[in-house]
Each structure stands twice: as structure tokens, then as C-alpha cells.
């Protein structure tokens, strides 16, 4: 089941139990394959990753942390040349998913979960994320947009994103001297941008002033933290 951006809100801020990381971040390894019965590695299209939930225990984790870690090798002793093979339970309730089987698919020649094709799934499609995270600046800054800013030391910018703190400082009456050391980069696409309505400072909460079109920092009146953002 596709969870379209309206849906997201669901899944914001929720954790993966297994990686421990937000359902709402994938990486490129969570990137899914499609099952062909030819033996080729083809990703799916468009790119999308999938969230499994245990049956038993309710407990939610990317498709690939089922791989990587719920699936374990059994390894039959010279006289159980017959119990070899793999075997899917529930890290967290060890529930048996998939019951010893000689064989899983690889990753990335299209694996599914025994049981539980992709169609029955969260899918998130890595678009849809984006527009969702994009989205959530909006009002409230969801828990996953965390995954968006990331926090940069100051003497670490450019001259050109130095001067830009400098000016959005002096925007509020502050000074390059009053800005914090921790500098939030906003990073999305370019084109994302103009969907932002409002900000709130990374730092404190307080909503930030809406920098000009071509602006490329703002500055928190409040707490002086500097917020660089895509031109
Ligand atoms: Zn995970
Ligand atoms: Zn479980
Ligand atoms: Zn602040």
C-alpha cells in the first residue's frame, strides 16, 4: 500500500526498531528491487523503499533491516545436512515469519518477504518523502525534517555563506558576532523552496522570519542561530 504525502504524518517521527533510525529516512541499500523470474536486478521505478510490520508484536522496521538482521543463516551440523538454510523471525518478539527454507533471494534480485509481497507493504516512494518533508515546513517542523537540516559549524562556510549570515544578522539588528556556532543547512532541492511558508529556528522553536527570494540565510532574533537555505 503506496502512503501518499497526506498519510506521512502517520510514520513522522516514528523509529525504526531494528536500525533504530526514522521510517521516514532510507538509505540507498533500502532502495527496492523488482522480482524477476530471470534472474536480473532491476530497481523498482520510481524509487521507493518498504516498511514491514511484525504481525505478532506490531513492531515497525525498514524491509531491509528484516533482511539484514531477521533473517539468519541456519547452518545444519554434518548429520543435519537438511536443517541448513534461512529462517525470518521477529528480532524484537521472536516470532517465526518464515520457517526454515533453503534458499532466500538476494536483495537485490527482488527478495520478498515470505508470506508478505511488496503489495501488501508500506511502500514510500522516495518522491512522495521529499514532498512530504518539503511540506511539513508548513506550520510544524515534523521530527523527520531533522534529516533535512544538518548542523554545520560556522567557521566551516563559505565567504559567499558567510556574508549572507552577516547580512541576514544585520537584518535583525544583530551582528556576524552574535550568531551562534551551530549553523542549520536546510537541504533540499532548489525547486522545494518556494513551498516553504514558515520556519522555526533548529535551535529554540521560534518562528523565523521568511528570508527574501534570493536570500540565502536567516538568522533567529531569538536565540541567533543561522539557517542557511537553498537559492
Ligand atoms: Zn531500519
Ligand atoms: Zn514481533
Ligand atoms: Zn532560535
Not at 541499500?29 to 510490520?53: C, N, Q
Request: net charge positive.
Amino acid at each position: 500500500m503506496r502512503i501518499t504525502p497526506d498519510k506521512m504524518y502517520k510514520l513522522d517521527g516514528k523509529i525504526c526498531f531494528i536500525c533504530g533510525k526514522y521510517l521516514l529516512n532510507n538509505t540507498h541499500a533500502d532502495l527496492a528491487y523488482v522480482p524477476v523470474h530471470t534472474g536480473e536486478s532491476i530497481r523498482a521505478k520510481p524509487d521507493k523503499y518498504y516498511i514491514f510490520e511484525c504481525p505478532n508484536c506490531n513492531m515497525m522496521a525498514h524491509k531491509r533491516c528484516w533482511y539484514d538482521v531477521g533473517e539468519k543463516r541456519v547452518r545444519g551440523g554434518f548429520l543435519n545436512l537438511f536443517t541448513k538454510g534461512w529462517k525470518l523471525s521477529c528480532p524484537n518478539c521472536g516470532h517465526v515469519i518464515a520457517p526454515l527454507r533453503e534458499n532466500r533471494t538476494d536483495w537485490a534480485k527482488g527478495y520478498q518477504i515470505p508470506g508478505h509481497p511488496d503489495e501488501d507493504l508500506y511502500e514510500l516512494q522516495t518522491g512522495d518523502v521529499v514532498a512530504y518533508k518539503a511540506g511539513s515546513l508548513f506550520g510544524k517542523v515534523g521530527a523527520a525534517i531533522n534529516g533535512f537540516f544538518k548542523a554545520v559549524g560556522l567557521g566551516s562556510l563559505s565567504s559567499s555563506e558567510t556574508s549572507a549570515v552577516t547580512r541576514a544578522a544585520n537584518r535583525i539588528g544583530k551582528t556576524i558576532k552574535d550568531v551562534a556556532e551551530r549553523v542549520f543547512r536546510l537541504e533540499i532541492p532548489t525547486e522545494k523552496r518556494s513551498e516553504i511558508k514558515q520556519l522555526r529556528c533548529q535551535n529554540c522553536g521560534a518562528s523565523l522570519p521568511m528570508p527574501g527570494r534570493f536570500e540565502e540565510a536567516v538568522v533567529c532574533e531569538h536565540c541567533g542561530t543561522a539557517h542557511l537555505l537553498p537559492t
